[in-house]
């Protein structure tokens, strides 16, 4: 009774701190009262299902010195985007957490999108009412960063992309797409996946967007179907149909490969999750029974981590994850040995496997592959 007691007091302090700052009155009420008081409107766009918006709640919005400066600066209103929707809508709020500063008359002023603690909040506000924007701020890392720097460029265009900019947008996260890896090789990873989610965010809304990622998805096609050997082309290929939303041209590709062809082996390394989800179990085994595939793949694990000092700090991290990127390998032809009814190769890969990681994860990761192939006898050998 008293644990109840208790968290319902910290639930009603807490929820008094991040109402300190906020009104509870409508944006024409505040719009009033901060063109009486020579303020602006600060609107606090959350849902209830975001998390950076509770991270707001609980870190910034309790500040001291944030709380000071918006009863100083501002009329300060906390909105449920998914409850008053025409007002998000006016604004084309997009994102969540999005922290709008407007004029008295309705006019933006800038907006804050994402969770930021409070020292940067006060630092971007500040520069917001002082003329330098989102946008400005982002030019400036450009700047500071170099042209050629993908990740400051992708922020513009994000910073751009928010601000409504939707052509300016683009071209910067084209040349990102485009020309990010020249001088950033650690931008490969970025680049197929939250670059590519935003250039997809941004055609939902503008067409050219859209056209953009379909021609490149075309030329890597064409070049792969070519006979073209380059890892990075396919890799391209593989991304851009899925942020296309047209995975199955993934396996149209691989069907007209010719066989041992080095485009075909990259598509199946990588797409060898959805190659299992197809029960496409045949192709991921091509004709083995995926021991030699393990055990070349034990070897080159070996190797990795014997390269790399016993006494480097970067080893048991090095160690713990290419473990688990090479026992996800074997897991795969498992699982196609699952599907496949081969319960004595089955079994003997996974005693491979379980020798090599014998760890609990790795038993429920090979009890769980031969489920989803619906094979309950090597679901049952390889549980603890």
Same mark, same amino acid.
């Given at each position: 009774m008293k644990i109840s007691y208790m968290a319902a007091l910290l639930c009603a302090v807490t929820s008094s701190l991040v109402a300190a700052p906020f009104s509870e009155i409508s944006f024409d009420a505040a719009s009033k009262q901060a063109g009486q008081t020579g303020k602006i409107v600060l609107v606090d766009f959350y849902t209830t299902w975001c998390g950076p918006c509770k991270l707001l709640d609980k870190n910034t919005w309790t500040d001291a010195a944030v709380i000071q400066l918006l009863q100083q600066k501002t009329v300060a209103l906390r909105i449920d985007a998914e409850k008053e929707t025409d007002l998000a809508k006016r604004y084309k709020i997009a994102a969540y957490p999005s922290v709008l500063l407007?004029?008295?008359d309705g006019t933006e002023i800038d907006r804050l999108v994402g969770y930021r603690e409070p020292k940067?909040?006060?630092?971007d506000f500040n520069d917001s009412l002082n003329g330098k924007d989102s946008i400005s701020r982002a030019k400036d890392k450009v700047t500071a960063a170099g042209s050629n720097d993908a990740m400051a460029r992708m922020q513009f265009g994000t910073a751009l =992309? %928010?601000?409504?900019?939707? *052509?300016?947008?683009?071209?910067?996260?084209?040349?990102?797409?485009?020309?990010?890896?020249e001088n950033n090789p650690a931008f490969s990873g970025v680049r197929l996946s939250f670059l590519l989610s935003d250039i997809k965010n941004l055609a939902a809304h503008y067409p050219p967007a859209q056209l953009a990622l379909e021609t490149r998805c075309d030329? =890597? %096609?064409?070049?792969?179907? *070519?006979?073209s050997k380059d890892y990075q082309t396919v890799m391209d290929l593989i991304a851009l149909n899925s942020t296309l939303d047209q995975k199955e041209k993934n396996f149209a590709v691989f069907d007209l490969l010719p066989a041992g062809s080095t485009a075909k082996d990259y598509i199946l390394t990588m797409f060898a999750d959805q190659f299992l989800e197809a029960k496409r179990y045949a192709d991921v085994l091509q004709g083995t029974d995926g021991k030699l595939a393990f055990k070349k793949s034990v070897d080159q694990f070996n190797q990795m981590i014997n390269s790399v000092g016993k006494d480097s700090p970067m080893r048991q991290q090095m160690e713990e994850n290419f473990r688990q990127m090479t026992t996800a390998k074997g897991a795969h032809n498992f699982?196609?040995?699952?599907?496949?009814?081969?319960?004595?190769?089955?079994?003997e890969l996974a005693g491979q496997i379980l020798k090599f990681d014998s760890s609990p994860g790795t038993h429920t990761l090979l009890a769980d592959a031969a489920q989803r192939a619906g094979n309950d006898e090597l679901a049952q050998f390889v549980k603890q």
């Open positions: 407007i004029k008295p940067a909040f006060i630092a =992309r %928010q601000k409504g900019k939707d *052509a300016e947008a683009l071209t910067e996260y084209l040349w990102c797409f485009d020309s990010g890896l030329e =890597r %096609q064409a070049k792969v179907m *070519a006979g699982e196609a040995l699952a599907g496949l009814k081969r319960i004595q190769d089955g079994k």
